[in-house]
Each structure stands twice: as C-alpha cells, then as structure tokens.
C-alpha cells in the first residue's frame, strides 16, 4: 500500500466514532469520501496512526429541511446533494455548485462534509456555505457545538474543528422571496480547482429592485473562502456596476501566486467572475418571485 | 471484395474492455521480490553519506544496494552524436543531477514494505546550484559533468557545417524573427514502466518489460550482463501505451537482473505515477530562434532555425532529436535558402526522450508558426502565404535542403480540400464581423500544412505468417503493438490475401523466442515495414499451398486459384471442384514442411505523409481563456487499410497536438524541483477540453511499398501543435500580438493582450 501505515476504525455511530477520535486525539482522523484524504496519505504528504471511517455511520446521512433551514448531513454524497429536489428548491446555489466538483466519479464518494472540512481555498463549497451564512454542527465526546461558517474557515486545510471533534451536519438558511443565485469559476480544466470563483445569492425587496441582502463568496482567491463584505453592503447600499462590485470584492480577497496562476491574474479574473455572476444573480432575482 | 479499406472493428478491445489486459505487474512470478527505488529529492548535489542501516532491519527488507555495490560499468548516452563522456551510472554515485534519479535499491518481500523501507534511507546531500534554463547552460559556470567541462552535449550546427551566411537574408523584402519555446511535455501512457528480471536454472535471463520494442531490450540486456542475445528473453505482454518514452531502456529496468542474480530471486519493479513523470523522460523542451525572410508579394526566399535542446540530465534519445528537427525543417515549401544549426544542452531535470512525433513536431511548429509571422508581416492571408510556397505534387519525389526525399505528395490538395470542409471563407467573415463589434469573445483561425518522416530508421523488420494444419492462420511481426491495433491491422492483410477468418487468425509478437528479429513499434513504421512483410509473407504462403492443392487436385500449381473470398482452391475455369484450406494445410503439414514463410522487409525509404489542420478558437480577451471550438485535419498516410484504426490514431495524436499547445507543460521552481509531478497539477487534457473533430480523408499512395502505406501515429501531433497556437495568436492580432508562447493558458493569453495594450 502506498500510505504509510496505520490503524483503521470503523464506528456505527457519531457516539463511537467520537469516542475513537477523542481517544487518539491529533494522531486520528476522520476517513469520509476519500477523495482529498486517501491522495494525500497516498503521497505521503499527510500520515495519521488511526483512521476513523465514518462511511458506516448512517445517521450521518440525509436531507432535510425545517424552520426555514436545510440541514444535510456530513457523510451524505456530493452525487446525492447534485440530484436531490430539496436542494435544487431550496438551496439552488449548493444545487448549482455541485456540477463543478471535480468528476461525477469523485463526486459519487466524496461528501459534503468532508468538502468543508478539508477547507481547500479553491473548493466550491465553502465560499457557497459563506456567501448563504450556513452553519456547521460539530460533535465530540464532551458535547456538541454549532459554528458560523463565516468563523469555521481559518487557513488552507485548517477549520475550527479540534482535534476528537466531528463535523456532523451543515445548515443552510433557505434563501427565499425574490432570490437570484449564480456561481462562476474558471478551472484549467473540467473538474480542476477553481483558479478563482465567485458564488453569489441575493435577494431583492418585495416592493422595488433594491438589494435586500447580498452573500459573495469567493473560492481560489485567498487562504480561505473570502466573504466579501465590501461588496455586498456596497449591493445593499445600491452599487449597481458590475467592475465596481467586482473590485470590491477583490478588495477582500487576499490571493498568492501558485504553480497554476498569479496573484494578480486571480485579483483580475476573480473581479471578472463576481462581476459576471452579480449580473446574473440579480437577472434571475428580477425574473420572479421564489 | 477485399477487406482492406474497411472499418473492421479492433479484434483486441472486447479482451481490453471485457476481462482487461495481462500487464507486467499482473504476471504471476513465484516468489518475485519487489524493487523500490530510493530516489533523489535534490535537482544538483554532492551526496555527502547515504545511511541504510535503519532501512536494512526494517520489516519485510531483503537487501539494499547502492551505487558502491554496483560492479557495472557507467553507461554512455546510446546515440554516438551525443558526448560519449556524459556517462550515467547505475545508481547515483557521488552526485545526483534531477530529482527522479534512483540513488539507491531497496529489495522487499512486498511492495508496502519497500515503500516503507525506502523512507528510511537517509542520504546527505551538499546541495549545488541547479541549471533549470537551457538558455543558462552554455555559458553557466555550473558544469553538470565537472569532468567533461561542458554543458553541451551535442552541436548539431558545428556537426553539420553550419555557418550563418552573412548575405542569407538579400533580396528579402522582409524578415520576420522569433525565440519560440517549444514547451517541455510529459508522455503520460496510461501504463507507467513495469518490469521483472528472473534468472533460470541455465543462466538464462527473462525479462518482463512494459516496452516497445522487446528485441532491442534483449539486445541490450544482453550487451550489459555479457550475455549471447539468445541468453535473453524478453516479454512484452500487454503494454498500455508507451509514445515514445517506452522505446529506451531505463536505467531502474536495466538494473533488475543484476538485482535478481544478488538476491537470487525473481524481482519486479512497478513504478507510481509520480516516479513515472519525474523519471520516464519527457517531450520536446526544445526553444528555437527562427529567422525568415520573403518578399512583399508572399514568396519565401529564406528560413533559418537554430535551436537549444534540452537533453535533462543525461543526454539520450530526447538529445539527438534536434537532428529530426533538422531534416523536416523546411517543411511543406519549397526555400531557396535554408540553414539549420543549434546545441543539445544538459540541465537539471528529468531526461528528455522520443515522444510521440519527437523532433517532427518542433520542426512543424516552427516553420508554420514563422509562416503566420510573415503573413501577418506582408498582410496577406496565411492560407495564401502557404499556398504559394508549397511544394507542387508534380515535383515528387522532392529533395530537400537538409537531405529528405519526400517519396509522394499533393499539398495543395491537402490545404484545398481543409479550407472547403472548414468554410474557411465564412468563417473569415465572422472574424471580421466580431472584430468590428469589439466584443469579447474574439475567433481565431490557424492553419498548418506539415510534411513528417516515418520508418526514420532504415534497415529491415520481420513479418510471418504460418498456415497451421487446421487451416487457421498465425501472424507473427517484430513491431510491438502498444495500443496501435497490429492484431487487427496485420490479420486484414492476412485475411485479405488468404480468405482466411479474421477469427481463425491468431497475431504474435512481444516474445523474443518466438520473434527472432524486430526493431518494434516507434516512428509510426509498423504497417509500411511488418505489415509489408506480413503481406509478403502471405503471398508466398498462397504460392506453397496452390502447390499442394495441385497436387491434390491433380493440377498444375499455376492452374490452380485460391478464392480469397471463400478461402477455397479450385483450378482455373472449374471453380466447382474445390479443396478447403484445412484439407490444403492438413496435407502440407502431413506431406511435408508446413506452410510457414518468415520475411525480413527492408523498405526502401522512409515515408513522408503529410496533411493540413484547421483550428478555430474563441479567446474570451477579458481573461484569456481559450476554447477550441472546432479542429478539422486533412491526413494523408498513404493507402488506409482500416480507417476505424487511422481515424483513432489520429483523434489521441490531435488530443495531445492540443494538449501541448493549450495546457500541458512540464514545470520545475528555480531549484529545479518538480511542480507538476502528478495528473492534478500537470494537466493532461481531457475529452471535455476538445470538440469533436472533423476527419477529412486523403489518400494518397506512396510507391515505396506494396500496400502504399505510410504511417500515421504521429500525424496530429505535429500539425495539431502549431495550428492551435496559430489561432490564438490570430484571434489577438488585431490587438497587436504577433506571438505567445506555449501552453497557451489563460494567464498567458490575457498577459499578451495586456502588453499588447501597453505597446499601442
Ligand atoms: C481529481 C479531483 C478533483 C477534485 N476537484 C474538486 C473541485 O473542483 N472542487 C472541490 O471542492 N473539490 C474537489 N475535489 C475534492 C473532493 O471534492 C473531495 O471529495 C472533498 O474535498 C473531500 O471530501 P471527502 O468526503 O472525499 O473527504 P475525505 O477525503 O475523506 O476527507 C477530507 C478531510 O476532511 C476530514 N473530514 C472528512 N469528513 C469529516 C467530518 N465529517 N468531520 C471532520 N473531519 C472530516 C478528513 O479527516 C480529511 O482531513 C477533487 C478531488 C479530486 C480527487
């Protein structure tokens, strides 16, 4: 086998698979879809003594929707979340993102949940659980808590999740009234990381077409999804052209050079991208009543 | 009817899509230990201490060797143009010169144990400054080989005379110049290398080898462990592609049986994707000044190239191939005036080999990239630039500058029967009309019209085909079909000449006891040099059974016809009485030797098919970005014995056309370490990058062979590449750009308008 050597677990149920993490603590990791984790312990760029395999742990699954929230569990699939009725209606963003995960071959084992907790900068959803103001649950053996997402993302790869902790579920408000939502990436290739990307909902008032509330969330462009709050207030306030919604938000992001593309490219493209999908967002929100 | 011409579905897929292949890591071998290398994490360095103790007593560990165990001499580059003194040894001894290069061996009882082990050999590196740049290395006070004194390991300008003609460029009344960087590519077969060296009781070494050419391994192996070529076996059983990268001998599968014989065990070695793009050796990486100059109504009089190719680190294959460059320099025109010169440099990176096309390509590229320049220069239409020089089909066979014979030809037919099937006209106008409205998805159009060599290499291959005494059929070729369809190509020149079932034939080849000869499959020559064989091969196994069923239809044997569409003799004029093969082969075979007739072929040349390409693309001038929206080739490989199988040569060969105009580039940081190590990083295109691409036929037969056939495995390759870059450059020139380099990303297109901009 490629990774290095380690111990494999294999819980039922959230109550065992925290128990297993808070017994092993920084040396355990949860194992959900695979997709990021298994190419890394494969690389040998990542190695842990205990592997959790949370894929047996069925109330980790499903969808469900109530109280003007949708709540999806971790372990349920990216391939589910793409095909689900529920989410195409009430979370059209998540719905729309989904596509742009990688492959539908990643997408039939990779997990929502395991998206938001690998927290990659360049991954769709979690500048779209940003630009909504989702909430994850976590679970430990001393308890459970709930995060904002605005607060969950702290660096590359890094989320407020400790150490024996469990990302459970995620809960999305169900954007409702005149809404309009649009996403917009640019990969080199179909199923690539997003050089950048902007994922964006907005709702506009009953009685005229001003913003009543704007969520940007910006992918690739920084060490975490980047809110852009520059840029929605500006919205709000009445900021209509596209260039200035888009420089504004890039005033937010805070972008480096990598192998695939610049710093300064990512600014402009990334400027481009919010530019674009604001104008879509506020087409579809002028077309109809949700 | 014959069944030549037709598409005849491949008889290998339903296995390969059924029950799949049997590879070299599926071979069983009892007892088969497994190598791992420990490899060099360091572009240049001094290796101060490797520290195996740890390694030695871990788990499941047999043996660990390093280069001070090694008693094989260090090997000297394998083409005699390159500096003999640039040896690489076995194992890296006091230096390492990529990060790739195998430092030291560990032998393991499994593979987990050896990737284990391998973590815990500890090598001390001093590390040295790296070359990265090719265009650093001449003059670089860094030497790779401190011994040799030079970076260069091959002047192909001073080999073959070249002096820059102080008057070259007189009567031009343009010049237009260029640096294009021919971008570094990696091969990327979906079989990494795979090998197993097992020694027999006799002393007799067989070798499991994902290659392409199994005869020229044995030989080899053999020349190293000083053995008679008949000492060595070599097997190649399914192998998952190769492009080119698989026709050298690696040095970690060169080093298997001097493992096995220490350890005295079978061993198998499979690499990781990763290993496989730091160490199989990459593509082209070759930067050309061009220079070409014409007059204002189109006629081109000059065109000079000189080139810098990067070898890597250990000058081989990759090295020489500016020589290919060389020869098909001029392309598809006829120039008055043409001079060719340039330098091999080694550098601190992976080193560079064949890869599909290898050196055609860069020569293709160059010339049709400078042939845009120029046509925008004198702003006259790129077609109608190119049709003015081209070489006219009344002029064949044509001798070139640089000493090609191109055997047959008819370009301006190539690029009349593009500009139709693509309505080049149209889509001139569109250009325009998007042009005027200043919107931002901008359309570009760019031709090429290449002429490439295949069966480079003279010299003669085997073909045989036996009738067994059932009256079934055996083909044996001493190519090496890697996914090229040989079995299904090789049994319809059976099939056609014998009227024997395409099911009744059974195809042989990768086993050098059963296939004394062969120099593989590379430089797209298997059908013009074993399929010729396999036909000669066929028709003198008709004249020996007509013989028999003379006899057996008391007959004279020139009486006697073999019915190719019912696969029955009867005597001429009485079709009536007739004997089956099975009662012909079963009498041969009771009666006297068999029917069984083994040709070596040698052709008489090498072949030049030649075609055009069209690409239309859309660049989006706000980012950059580049969509392909249409690819029409023209192809032309001679006579087409089944254009199911030419058509999909030509589909993967236009992917990768495109693939290194538009996305794939091999990149290291500025201390030589890889950055594009793994499929996430370096983009190998995908089916979702590419429209579907729209075939046009053209077949135009070469004299040089019975069957008029030329290869065509490298065709898209080598005007796919230039064509791209031709039509994003296209879809810019109204802006003022007038090159960019390759890959043609996004980032790089946008920063080209943006200076552009800044210019104006
Ligand atoms: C070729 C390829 C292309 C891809 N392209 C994209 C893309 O374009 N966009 C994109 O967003 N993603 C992409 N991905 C990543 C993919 O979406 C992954 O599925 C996702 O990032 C991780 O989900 P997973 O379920 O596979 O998690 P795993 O790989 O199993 O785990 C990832 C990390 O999250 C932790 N984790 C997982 N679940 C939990 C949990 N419930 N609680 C706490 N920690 C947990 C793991 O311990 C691990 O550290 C790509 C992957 C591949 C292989």
Redesign the interface.
């Known amino acids: 086998m490629k990774p290095a050597p380690f111990e494999y677990h294999r819980p039922d149920t959230v109550a065992e698979a925290v128990t297993v993490l808070a017994a092993h603590g920084d040396e355990a990791k949860p194992l959900a879809g695979g997709q990021s984790l298994v190419p890394m312990l494969a690389l040998r760029l990542a190695r842990f003594e205990h592997l959790v395999d949370v894929n047996f742990v069925d109330e980790l699954v499903g969808i469900d929707r109530a109280d003007g929230w949708l709540r999806i569990g971790a372990m349920t699939r990216q391939a589910a979340v793409e095909r689900d009725a529920v989410v195409a209606a009430d979370a059209p963003l998540l719905a729309r993102a989904t596509p742009l995960i990688g492959h539908f071959q990643i997408r039939n084992r990779g997990t929502i949940g395991g998206s938001l907790a690998h927290a990659d900068p360049a991954s769709e959803y979690p500048a779209v659980a940003v630009a909504l103001g989702a909430e994850v649950e976590i679970a430990a053996a001393g308890g459970s808590r709930t995060v904002a997402a605005a607060d969950f993302f702290l660096g590359t790869w890094t989320t407020a999740l400790a150490d024996g902790e469990l990302l459970t579920a995620v809960r999305l408000p169900v954007w409702s009234g005149r809404c309009g939502f649009a996403i917009e990436e640019m990969a080199r290739r179909l199923g690539d990381f997003a050089l950048a990307g902007a994922a964006v909902a907005i709702r506009l008032n009953d009685a005229d077409d001003g913003v009543a509330a704007a969520g940007i969330g910006l992918f690739g462009v920084g060490p975490t999804p980047v809110k852009a709050r520059r840029a929605e207030a500006a919205l709000v306030a009445g900021e209509r052209h596209p260039a200035e919604i888009g420089r504004l938000a890039m005033a937010d992001a805070d972008p480096t050079d990598d192998v695939h593309a610049t710093a300064g490219y990512r600014t402009r493209v990334g400027a481009h991208l919010v530019a674009r999908a604001v104008e879509r967002a506020l087409a579809e929100a002028r077309g109809g009543q949700r | 009817m014959s069944i030549l011409g037709n598409r005849v579905v491949r008889l290998e897929d339903p296995r390969f899509l059924t029950v799949g292949g049997t590879y070299v890591d599926d071979v069983p071998l009892d007892g088969a230990l497994f190598v791992t290398y420990v490899r060099s994490t360091m572009a240049h360095a001094v290796i101060s201490s490797i520290d195996t103790a740890e390694a030695r007593v871990a788990p499941g560990v047999v043996a660990i060797f390093t280069a001070a165990d090694v008693d094989l001499a260090p090997r000297p580059p394998a083409i005699p143009m390159l500096n003999m003194a640039m040896t690489r040894p076995w194992l890296s001894t006091d230096r390492v010169r990529f990060v790739g290069e195998p430092v030291a061996a560990v032998v393991s009882e499994t593979?987990?144990a050896g990737?284990?082990a391998a973590?815990l050999v500890f090598v001390d590196y001093e590390p040295l400054p790296a070359i990265v740049d090719p265009e650093s290395a001449e003059q670089s006070e860094v030497l790779l080989f401190p011994d040799v004194g030079t970076n260069i390991a091959m002047d192909i300008g001073a080999m073959m005379g070249f002096s820059p003609a102080p008057d070259f460029f007189d009567g031009c009344d343009v010049v237009v110049r260029q640096r294009i960087v021919n971008n570094r590519v990696a091969p990327c077969p979906m079989e990494v290398r795979a090998a197993a060296a097992v020694w027999g009781p006799d002393g007799r070494l067989t070798q499991w080898a994902s290659t392409q050419n199994p005869n020229a391994l044995r030989d080899s192996l053999a020349e190293a462990y000083g053995l008679e070529p008949s000492q060595v076996r070599v097997i190649a059983p399914d192998v998952g592609g190769g492009f080119g990268a698989k026709t050298g001998l690696s040095t970690e599968e060169h080093l298997l049986p001097w493992i096995a014989k220490r350890v005295d065990r079978p061993v198998r070695f499979v690499e990781?994707r990763?290993e496989s793009m730091l160490t199989m050796g990459h593509g082209r990486g070759q930067t050309q000044f061009v220079e070409l100059g014409g007059t204002r109504d189109g006629k081109v009089l000059a065109w000079r190239n000189v080139v810098l190719q990067d070898a890597g680190a250990y000058p081989g294959m990759g090295g020489f191939l500016s020589f290919m460059t060389r020869l098909m320099a001029s392309g598809v025109y006829v120039i008055p005036k043409v001079e060719f010169g340039g330098k091999t440099v080694v550098t601190n990176t992976t080193p560079t080999t064949a890869y599909r096309g290898a050196g055609r390509p860069e020569a293709a590229a160059a010339i049709e990239r400078a042939m845009d320049l120029f046509a925008v220069e004198i702003g006259m239409d790129p077609a109608e630039v190119r049709r003015a020089n081209l070489i006219q089909k009344d002029q064949f066979p044509y001798a070139t500058a640089m000493g090609a014979t191109y055997d047959s030809g008819d370009y301006e037919q190539a690029l009349d029967l593009l500009l139709d099937a693509a309505g080049y006209r149209a889509l001139r106008d569109e250009q325009a009309r998007r042009r005027a409205e200043g919107g931002t998805r901008q359309l570009g159009l760019g031709l090429a019209v290449y002429v490439e060599i295949t069966s480079p290499v003279p010299g003669p291959e085997f073909g045989g085909v036996e009738v067994t005494a059932d009256g079934k059929a055996v083909v044996r070729a001493g190519t090496f079909s890697h996914g090229q369809g040989h079995a299904t190509a090789f049994a319809m020149i059976v099939a056609d000449r014998l009227g024997i079932a395409l099911e009744d034939i059974e195809f042989v080849q990768g086993d050098t006891d059963l296939i004394p000869t062969g120099q593989g499959t590379m430089g797209s020559r298997s059908l013009q040099t074993a399929g010729v064989a396999v036909a000669q091969a066929s028709t003198q196994v008709a004249d020996k059974a007509r013989e028999v069923a003379a006899n057996l239809l008391e007959a004279a044997p020139d009486d006697v016809v073999l019915d190719t569409a019912s696969g029955n003799f009867h005597v001429a004029g009485s079709p009536t009485v007739t004997r089956s093969w099975s009662e012909v082969a079963a009498a041969a075979h009771a009666d006297g030797d068999g029917l069984r007739v083994d040709i070596d072929f040698t052709p008489e040349g090498a072949s030049f098919p030649f075609g055009a390409h069209l690409a239309v693309v859309e660049v989006d001038v706000?980012?950059g970005?580049v969509e392909l929206t249409r690819f029409v080739a023209v192809d032309d490989s001679g006579r087409i014995l089944n254009p199911l199988i030419t058509e999909g040569q030509r589909h993967g060969g236009i992917a990768q056309g495109v693939a290194q105009a538009l996305?794939e580039e091999v990149?290291y940081d500025e201390d030589g370490n890889p950055?594009?190590a793994?499929l996430?990083?370096y983009?190998m295109?995908?089916a979702?990058?590419l429209p579907s691409f729209e075939l046009v036929p053209m077949e135009t037969p070469t004299p040089l062979n019975e069957l008029g056939a030329k290869g065509i495995g490298e065709s898209g390759t080598i005007g796919a590449t230039p064509a791209v870059q031709n039509a994003v450059v296209d879809a810019l020139s109204h802006l003022g750009v007038r090159h960019v380099d390759m890959p043609l990303?996004?980032?790089r297109v946008?920063?080209a308008i943006q200076s552009a901009g800044e210019k104006a």
Do not use: F, G, K
């Open positions: 593979r987990a990737v284990d973590e990781t990763t706000e980012t970005r996305m990149r950055v594009t793994n996430a990083d983009a295109i995908s979702a990058e990303t996004a980032e946008w920063q």
